[in-house]
């Protein structure tokens, strides 16, 4: 049987297998993407793939805290545009 990769939502602290969150990202040059892959270099944080969830991250700033900046509106957008899909 393989493992199957664990990470924790920073929102609700619940541990979800890694193909059920989505990873947002500060790069080594401090941009913020959101990361479809979950490879790609720099600091991440995972979300779990609801809008309330990612409501709730802008609402209580779960996502400045883990990543140390600022978060964009655009990325929270882009989150809720990936939640509708």
């Known amino acids: 049987m393989r493992k199957i990769p664990m990470r924790k939502c920073v929102v609700t602290q619940e541990r979800y297998p890694k193909k059920e969150l989505i990873r947002v990202v500060r790069t080594p040059e401090n941009e913020i993407v959101v990361d479809i892959t979950g490879k790609k270099n720099g600091h991440g944080a995972y979300l779990k793939l609801s809008k309330e969830i990612v409501t ?14 600022d978060i964009p509106d655009d990325i929270y957008s882009q989150l809720m545009e990936l939640c509708s899909e």
């Open 56 to 69: 709730l991250a802008q609402k209580n700033h779960a996502l400045n805290r883990a990543l140390e900046c």
